[in-house]
């Protein structure tokens, strides 16, 4: 049923007059105009309004995440919101392909026009960036010198205050870091947990050590591969040698959140984990997407450029290709398939602990 007084007409509500008119070729200035110019500003006006979307989503999750209590119910909406970011997300990967119909002589056309504005000035995606928690400390360090000198002082000094902010991956942390279920009485997980690694790895151990049909050198390779993972879950379960990889840079998540989503994670079927682990998938998801954008972009770029550097003065495609290596930031959700165990292999839980993690009706139905 109509609930405006006043109609409401298609083209003011999108105010077409401002967007359709929005596309202002530099190259026209100076000469001809370049064809594929208007292509190139269409698409990445079109990726600003998806990070404008992208950000909306997210300043609702950190909203819920903000407060001393997340309720069971409010993940669902949370998981619904992440997996329309990831939605976005495949979709701007996929935008890659429009702009890639353009030839490298046809973006030489204006090129020059466009010094020396670049991808780097973009303050919804540094947003989106900080937002997620890829703050200055954890760039690669061409970022930490570059990633604010060329930006005016009003967008500097903004995006400077987000990095005093608490970021979604900081939020994350603190709502693991407080998952009632890792201590319980008379039961202790870990213990069981750390007997069962033990086992598989020892197991592991047996097998590489029994192989006939292996060169001695790789026999070597793949039992210090072994003492390696033996070594990192040994660190799992250790405070201050756990502290020493974080300090090292292994670990970023705290050891109470890593062993909070590495619960969540090994019984996810459990009715009340469920969501949790959603939540997580989503996590990794939204980086992983991140990552390939960037790998496209690279990928775009050098196919493009070359070895030209960028607009903005990077060295172009080799500085987004280390950025697709290095700017990560749910790596520990990533690495933790490292500390699973097959399911036939997971510690039974007590039947009170197994009780708290499903459902039950009160009282008569």
Same mark, same amino acid.
């Given at each position: 049923?109509?609930?405006?007084?006043?109609?409401?007409?298609?083209?003011?509500?999108?105010?077409?007059?401002?967007?359709?008119?929005?596309?202002?070729?530099? /190259?026209?200035?100076?000469?001809?105009?370049?064809? %594929?110019?208007?292509?190139?500003?269409?698409?990445?006006?079109?990726?600003?309004?998806?990070?404008?979307?992208?950000?909306?989503?997210?300043?609702?999750?950190?909203?819920?995440?903000?407060?001393?209590?997340?309720? %069971?119910?409010?993940?669902?909406?949370?998981?619904?919101?992440?997996?329309?970011?990831? /939605?976005?997300?495949?979709?701007?990967?996929?935008?890659?392909?429009?702009?890639?119909?353009?030839?490298?002589?046809?973006?030489?056309?204006?090129?020059?026009?466009?010094?020396?504005?670049?991808?780097?000035?973009?303050?919804?995606?540094?947003?989106?960036?900080?937002?997620?928690?890829?703050?200055?400390?954890?760039?690669?360090?061409?970022?930490?010198?570059?990633?604010?000198?060329?930006?005016?002082?009003?967008?500097?000094?903004?995006?400077?205050?987000?990095?005093?902010?608490?970021?979604?991956?900081?939020?994350?942390?603190?709502?693991?870091?407080?998952?009632?279920?890792?201590?319980?009485?008379?039961?202790?997980?870990?213990?069981?947990?750390?007997?069962?690694?033990?086992?598989?790895?020892?197991?592991?151990?047996?097998?590489?050590?029994?192989?006939?049909?292996?060169?001695?050198?790789?026999?070597?390779?793949?039992?210090?591969?072994?003492?390696?993972?033996?070594?990192?879950?040994?660190?799992?379960?250790?405070?201050?040698?756990?502290?020493?990889?974080?300090?090292?840079?292994?670990?970023?998540?705290?050891?109470?959140?890593?062993?909070?989503?590495?619960?969540? /994670?090994?019984?996810?079927?459990?009715?009340?984990?469920?969501?949790?682990?959603?939540?997580?998938?989503?996590?990794?998801?939204?980086?992983?997407?991140?990552?390939?954008?960037?790998?496209?972009?690279?990928?775009?770029?050098?196919?493009?450029?070359? /070895?030209?550097?960028?607009?903005?003065?990077?060295?172009?495609?080799?500085?987004?290709?280390?950025?697709?290596?290095?700017?990560?930031?749910?790596?520990?959700?990533?690495?933790?398939?490292?500390?699973?165990?097959?399911?036939?292999?997971?510690?039974?839980?007590?039947?009170?602990?197994?009780?708290?993690?499903?459902?039950?009706?009160?009282?008569?139905?």
């Amino acid at each position: 049923m109509q609930k405006n007084t006043t109609p409401c007409y298609y083209g003011d509500y999108l105010q077409l007059d401002k967007i359709l008119t929005a596309q202002a070729p530099e /190259s026209a200035k100076y000469a001809a105009e370049a064809h %594929d110019e208007t292509l190139f500003i269409i698409v990445h006006q079109v990726y600003e309004l998806w990070f404008k979307q992208i950000l909306h989503e997210l300043k609702a999750v950190m909203a819920v995440f903000a407060a001393d209590e997340v309720k %069971d119910e409010q993940l669902t909406g949370i998981v619904h919101k992440l997996k329309r970011v990831i /939605s976005i997300q495949q979709l701007l990967n996929q935008q890659i392909a429009i702009i890639e119909t353009m030839t490298p002589q046809d973006f030489m056309a204006f090129r020059d026009y466009l010094v020396p504005a670049s991808g780097f000035q973009s303050i919804q995606f540094k947003m989106l960036e900080i937002g997620l928690g890829l703050k200055s400390d954890f760039r690669i360090d061409f970022d930490k010198n570059s990633f604010y000198s060329r930006l005016n002082e009003t967008d500097r000094l903004f995006l400077q205050g987000l990095e005093h902010q608490p970021s979604l991956f900081e939020r994350i942390e603190k709502w693991l870091e407080r998952m009632p279920f890792l201590e319980q009485e008379n039961f202790s997980f870990w213990q069981m947990y750390q007997d069962a690694t033990q086992a598989m790895l020892a197991n592991d151990k047996a097998t590489v050590e029994s192989i006939v049909q292996i060169a001695e050198h790789e026999r070597q390779l793949q039992l210090a591969e072994i003492g390696r993972t033996a070594e990192k879950f040994a660190a799992l379960l250790d405070k201050d040698k756990y502290q020493q990889l974080q300090q090292n840079g292994v670990f970023r998540l705290s050891q109470r959140a890593m062993l909070s989503a590495l619960f969540i /994670s090994l019984y996810q079927e459990e009715p009340v984990f469920n969501l949790p682990f959603q939540l997580l998938t989503c996590l990794t998801e939204i980086d992983e997407q991140l990552t390939i954008w960037r790998y496209k972009h690279a990928m775009m770029v050098q196919r493009m450029l070359g /070895s030209k550097i960028g607009t903005g003065g990077s060295s172009g495609h080799d500085y987004l290709k280390r950025t697709t290596e290095k700017n990560r930031i749910f790596t520990d959700l990533f690495n933790m398939a490292t500390f699973l165990l097959p399911k036939s292999d997971l510690p039974v839980l007590p039947p009170a602990v197994k009780k708290r993690l499903g459902f039950y009706f009160a009282g008569e139905l």
